[in-house]
């Protein structure tokens, strides 16, 4: 029987009970707790606030900007936010926030700050966020500094004993740096992934080495990923970005195509090197790869494009549990004990999702339903205890 470790109770919970074939449980498939829609009184754009759960008075969830965005879309990824939370155990409910703007318009921070101070009120008690497409953490920052509130996760520093030092202590973790180079905070969400890929590989029984990988984005999440792969030897063979496919069969170098990022994670092509395949946006969807990481925008793998992926595999995650393993002080300033927490995690729930799918015909979707739902009714009563 697999386990999983549950850090809020330091328990172990076994995985295989109420497993449903066939729907996600009800307590997990239901209306959101809260909506607001926001108009800016001077751009006119539009904002979208949605509290999809909240647990101990707490909700979680990143802030996006691109152009396009809506409410439907919005709500949609405060659901996963919940699930994310629940099948990580932790003591908070799943909420997300997006604006419908560019985030090149030259209005986009002012914007950014006039939606953040609508939602103040949610912002001071109970919504924690942090950088999502289109919003930086820099950016975040700038502007909770101007609001007053000094750090996005404002609402759960607040329920420490003493906020100030536990300011410092999560300011202090989130700016201390890997043997890689960037901040942790940078590096662990596509650190995640990237153990999320090597386990689904491990499961399968794959070589490492021969184990082709295709991400979409390549910004701090697929960015990341990439790193984190292309360090453990396994071929990122395609990376997308807005100004399309780079595709190398045989693997590209990853660090080398990295450094050439811009300010908005776009790889400046007039610099790429020869023998790399310039292709569409579209085609890193459907290259020739085991394992498609879509790590850039909702809704990017469509019906229409199922047919031509070739991926057996389609890994991600999110960065969410590390944010709260920081709060509760389950994790420090050791950069690779946040890493091995994390590679703990993904590997015990990816191994247990395939194992569910190899033996009982399981879709590792429904198993990772199951799991979530269970952890949800576990952490229904809990408060954040934070350092």
């Not at 009120?121 to 109970?126: A, F, I, R, T, V």
């Not at 080495?209 to 999440?221: D, W």
């Amino acid at each position: 029987m697999t386990t999983i470790h549950n850090p809020w109770s330091f328990q172990e919970r076994p995985l295989t009970q109420h497993v449903d074939h066939f729907a996600p449980p009800a307590s997990i498939d239901r209306p959101p707790v809260h909506e607001h829609v926001w108009t800016d009184p001077v751009t006119g754009a539009r904002g979208f606030f949605v509290v999809d759960s909240i647990v101990g008075g707490l909700t979680t969830g990143g802030t996006r900007m691109r152009a396009g965005c809506t409410l439907s879309e919005v709500a949609d990824l405060a659901h996963r936010m919940t699930l994310k939370t629940a099948a990580f155990g932790l003591p908070v409910g799943g909420a997300k926030a997006g604006i419908d703007m560019d985030p090149h318009h030259p209005a986009a921070l002012e914007v950014l700050e006039r939606f953040f101070m609508a939602m103040l009120p949610w912002l001071e008690e109970h919504w924690v966020t942090a950088e999502d497409l289109g919003v930086s953490q820099t950016d975040l920052d700038g502007v909770f500094q101007r609001l007053g509130l000094h750090h996005s996760y404002h609402a759960a520093i607040e329920r420490s004993e003493h906020p100030d030092k536990t300011l410092k202590r999560i300011r202090n973790a989130m700016a201390m740096r890997s043997s890689l180079g960037p901040p942790v905070a940078d590096l662990i969400g596509g650190h995640g992934v990237a153990q999320a890929c090597l386990a689904a590989a491990n499961s399968f029984g794959w070589t490492l080495s021969h184990t082709t990988v295709a991400i979409q984005g390549i910004g701090t999440m697929g960015g990341s990923t990439a790193r984190f792969l292309h360090a453990a030897g396994v071929p990122v063979v395609a990376i997308g970005d807005a100004a399309g496919t780079l595709y190398d069969p045989q693997g590209l170098n990853i660090p080398e195509l990295l450094a050439l990022r811009d300010s908005y994670g776009e790889i400046d092509r007039s610099r790429v090197p020869a023998g790399i395949e310039h292709l569409p946006c579209a085609s890193v969807l459907t290259v020739a790869a085991d394992i498609l990481v879509p790590a850039a925008f909702s809704y990017a793998i469509s019906a229409q494009a199922v047919p031509s992926i070739t991926a057996l595999a389609v890994a991600n995650a999110g960065a969410a549990a590390w944010t709260w393993w920081l709060l509760a002080g389950l994790v420090g300033s050791d950069p690779e004990e946040s890493f091995q927490k994390m590679r703990s995690h993904m590997e015990t729930k990816v191994a247990f999702m395939l194992a569910q799918w190899r033996e009982s015909a399981i879709l590792p979707r429904r198993s990772a339903w199951n799991f979530a739902a269970i952890n949800q009714r576990a952490v229904a009563d809990t408060q954040l205890s934070v350092p």
